[in-house]
T-cell receptor, first 115, second 116 residues
Framework: GAVVSQHPSWVICKSGTSVKIECRSLDFQATTMFWYRQFPKQSLMLMATSNEGSKATYEQGVEKDKFLINHASLTLSTLTVTSAHPEDSSFYIC???????????FGEGSWLTVV | AQTVTQSQPEMSVQEAETVTLSCTYDTSESDYYLFWYKQPPSRQMILVIRQEAYKQQNATENRFSVNFQKAAKSFSLKISDSQLGDAAMYFCASRIRMVGNEKLTFGTGTRLTIIP
């Protein structure tokens, strides 16, 4: 089956620094990828939708200058948390749609801890 | 806008028994999908079952089946012959059936515990 891989699985960074999380579709081309954030014991909240070769569409309340999303190829989307603060600590999950298909595959998620 | 509501934060069931997880949703769209996802401790989101709103027949996947009541906007998940590996958070989700707008809206989740 289709696989979506996220890297890193765990990352700890200092407050004020930036951190990049990668989301790769390993065996299919993903024209659309989605980034979610999940706080402990809470549901997944969509942050943004990224389409290959175009700007990401951010959900209301998500700071686009803080959470930079790049979808430069059909197999890779990146989320960069800029000037990270402890309140940005969370579990970040990406998902990818295979071409024009209806199935969406999720990555394994990335834990971000800002100290 | 779509909303998904799961009113059961936690459920437990004896191993080998049957359990039903509730979900209600609201949407102004006529064409949409409904999903149940499982999130085990590993945090990997796993698709359990999918239902197309235009289909009247309830979806089934082995021990998992849904009771889709479109008029009532209800979408419950039944797990038969519960197994220890079924223990996880279960999220109900919906999305519009439209190319270019595939974002999922999730409920708050139900934590399912399997009692040996």
């Amino acid at each position: 089956g289709a696989v979506v891989s996220q890297h890193p699985s765990w990352v700890i960074c200092k407050s004020g620094t930036s951190v990049k999380i990668e989301c790769r579709s390993l065996d299919f081309q993903a024209t659309t990828m989605f980034w979610y954030r999940q706080f402990p014991k809470q549901s997944l909240m969509l942050m943004a939708t990224s389409n290959e070769g175009s700007k990401a569409t951010y959900e209301q309340g998500v700071e686009k200058d803080k959470f930079l999303i790049n979808h430069a190829s059909l197999t890779l989307s990146t989320l960069t948390v800029t000037s990270a603060h402890p309140e940005d600590s969370s579990f970040y999950i990406c998902s990818a749609r295979e071409g024009l298909g209806n199935t969406i595959y999720f990555g394994e998620g990335s834990w971000l801890t800002v100290v | 806008a779509q909303t998904v509501t799961q009113s059961q934060p936690e459920m437990s069931v004896q191993e080998a028994e049957t359990v039903t997880l509730s979900c209600t949703y609201d949407t102004s769209e006529s064409d949409y999908y409904l999903f149940w996802y499982k999130q085990p401790p590993s945090r990997q989101m796993i698709l359990v079952i999918r239902q197309e709103a235009y289909k009247q027949q309830n979806a089934t996947e082995n021990r998992f089946s849904v009771n889709f009541q479109k008029a009532a906007k209800s979408f419950s998940l039944k797990i038969s012959d519960s197994q220890l590996g079924d223990a996880a958070m279960y999220f109900c989700a919906s999305r519009i059936r439209m190319v270019g707008n595939e974002k999922l809206t999730f409920g708050t989740g139900t934590r399912l515990t399997i009692i040996p």
